[in-house]
């Protein structure tokens, strides 16, 4: 059996303003260094064969702030990659929906066959975006005799393997939070992923802390 912890980068300025990434390669913002920072605290005493990110470097930042207090190194998988949203890709979501409104209401359909627009990368479909992430995944610990590795990378992926784990299609509503820097635990027994536990950010509780004691002493 292997658990997996799969977490999602910290927040971006273009997480802040619900500007689309994509595969654009966007850095941390100063809470999301925070965030990173709080997250490798929080995980230093807990056991880890290896850690994999994203080689977007919003997830490699993260992932770094885990492996750096360890002395581990962080393996790039590109596989780990948010989805390519192709044109999509820097645009806010009103603009999106003013600029594309025939491909903007196949994404809020769930369209899972649907090809965006292509811009500087061209986009993947939701078909093809969740098969490279559950095989980037299970290759990742079919390959290696891991008994706990951590996994970097994008809200969109942390969907697709809670779909997958659950045996939910794009059409079920989704129904559950992708929080930045969370820890998602998931489990591999050699043929299936299971969640274990969903959505743990009690290490962001010190960041609450400190801002309401700058409040304070403001």
Not at 28 to 49: H, I, M, S, Y
Not at 166 to 181: K, W
Not at 192 to 216: F, K, R, S, T
Request: a negative charge.
């Amino acid at each position: 059996m292997t658990e997996i912890l799969l977490i999602r980068h910290g927040e971006t300025a273009w997480n802040a303003r619900k500007r689309l990434q994509g595969h654009l390669d966007i850095p941390l913002n100063e809470e999301g260094e925070r965030q990173a920072a709080a997250l490798g605290r929080a995980l230093r005493e807990q056991p880890l064969d290896a850690i994999f990110s994203s080689d977007l470097q919003r997830a490699r930042q993260t992932a770094q702030a885990i492996a750096a207090p360890r002395g581990m190194e962080v393996q790039l998988d590109r596989g780990l990659r948010e989805r390519c949203y192709g044109a999509f890709e820097g645009m806010l979501y009103g603009e999106i929906s003013q600029r594309f409104p025939e491909a903007y209401a196949a994404w809020q359909a769930r369209d899972i066959d649907a090809r965006f627009p292509q811009g500087v990368h061209v986009a993947e479909t939701l078909r093809e975006f969740a098969q490279r992430v559950v095989s980037t995944i299970t290759r990742i610990v079919s390959e290696n005799a891991y008994r706990r590795v951590a996994m970097v990378a994008h809200g969109g992926v942390l969907e697709c393997a809670y779909r997958h784990a659950q045996g939910l299609g794009f059409s079920h509503a989704r129904d559950f939070d992708i929080l930045n820097a969370s820890v998602n635990r998931f489990t591999w027994d050699g043929s299936a992923l299971q969640i274990a536990q969903w959505g743990d950010v009690a290490h962001l509780q010190e960041l609450e802390a400190e801002a309401l004691d700058e409040v304070d002493r403001g």
